[in-house]
């Protein structure tokens, strides 16, 4: 599946993709999973199911150990048989109103798998959109967030992660992920956050 929105930061990329996650070959993959760890449906139920039971058997040794994972933050597994090193288990926020921390709480999301990277010596990553299936967060607020997110984290940060792929599902999702890049490349290109 070839990458058909870039924008390029520095040393990084910041890759657009429409399709199935659990097919991109990176070095880590970002579930969006549950504070639980228990597995679901949607993206999480498709990374169980294409990469085995290994991963759940690592997810109950951590849930024994902590109780879970608070929303905002994630936790590390391998891969199984995914074509990666890790998975990132990212817990999202569920939507009520877009206050009491919930943008934090997304954007939360995003940069703790930045940090994760970061200290696993991971150089691609794949994200996907993180809260906006059954967690009901309205796609075009969640999508800036990822967006801005990301971008920003990539300009100040750049070792040892070299490229960035967020994986919409749908050509929907698609388009409104292309165009909040798109404004952003716009901003980048005027200098409006130089
Ligand atoms: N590849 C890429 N994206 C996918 C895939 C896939 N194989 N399957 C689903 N998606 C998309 C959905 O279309 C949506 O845009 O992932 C996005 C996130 O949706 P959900 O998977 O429903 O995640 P979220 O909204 O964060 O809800 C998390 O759902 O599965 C449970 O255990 C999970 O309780 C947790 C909750």
Request: net charge negative; hydrophobic share 35%.
């Amino acid at each position: 599946m070839s990458s058909d929105f870039v924008i390029q930061l520095g040393p990084c990329q910041l890759q657009l993709l429409k399709g199935d996650i659990t097919g991109v070959a990176v070095d880590a993959i970002v579930n969006a999973a549950n504070a639980q760890l228990a597995g679901g449906g949607g993206v999480d139920g498709a990374i169980h199911r294409a990469g085995g039971p290994d991963i759940m058997r690592e997810l109950d040794e951590i849930r024994s150990r902590t109780g879970g994972c608070e929303t905002g933050s994630a936790v590390v597994t391998s891969a199984g048989r995914l074509p990666a090193r890790f998975v990132f288990h990212a817990v999202g926020p569920r939507y009520r109103d877009g206050q009491h921390g919930q943008p934090e709480q997304l954007a939360s999301c995003y940069t703790t798998c930045l940090t994760l990277a970061a200290e696993h010596d991971v150089k691609t990553i794949s994200f996907p959109s993180i809260s906006t299936g059954i967690y009901g967060y309205p796609l075009e607020e969640a999508a800036e967030i990822a967006v801005k997110t990301l971008a920003n984290w990539l300009r100040n940060h750049t070792e040892p992660v070299r490229i960035v792929k967020l994986v919409q599902f749908s050509d929907h999702d698609h388009d409104v992920y292309r165009r909040h890049a798109q404004n952003l490349r716009r901003e980048f290109a005027s200098g409006a956050h130089s």
